[in-house]
């Protein structure tokens, strides 16, 4: 089992950036796929990103490519969440979530991912 915990959310300016930081417990951070999710108010909780076990594949969702970045430094148990050029609309509760299938891979099937975090609130203001 693994423990997730997010941080370095907090109140930006449109335009700025921020990154977030998920720190893992346990030896066996290295075999979990990671993803980020978001979850506005009022709506669905989203796929964001991921990143393989090995960090050999990762994907995006549309509306972040080209201003998120993940990362993942397996020897410090922690992916990252680079967040550039943030606007209004990715103000949410930010999620890091783990999958702990056999393959290195990515998906944005939020039920394939066995280990949630308590959330990072992100903040854009205009």
């Known amino acids: 089992q693994v423990q997730l915990v997010e941080s370095g959310g907090g109140l930006v300016q449109a335009g700025g950036s921020l990154r977030l930081s998920c720190a893992a417990s346990?030896?066996?951070?290295?075999?979990?796929?990671m993803g980020w999710f978001r979850q506005a108010p009022g709506k669905e909780r989203e796929f964001v990103c991921a990143?393989?076990?090995?960090?050999?594949?990762?994907r995006y969702t549309d509306s972040v490519k080209g201003r998120f970045t993940i990362s993942r430094d397996n020897a410090k148990n922690t992916v990252y969440l680079q967040m550039n050029s943030v606007k209004p609309e990715d103000t949410a509760v930010y999620y890091c979530a783990a999958d702990r299938r056999g393959t290195s891979a990515t998906t944005e099937h939020g039920h394939l991912y066995n280990y949630w975090g308590q959330g990072t609130q992100v903040t854009v203001s205009s």
């Open positions: 346990g030896r066996t951070f290295s075999s979990y796929n």
């Open positions: 990143i393989s076990k090995i960090a050999d594949i990762t």
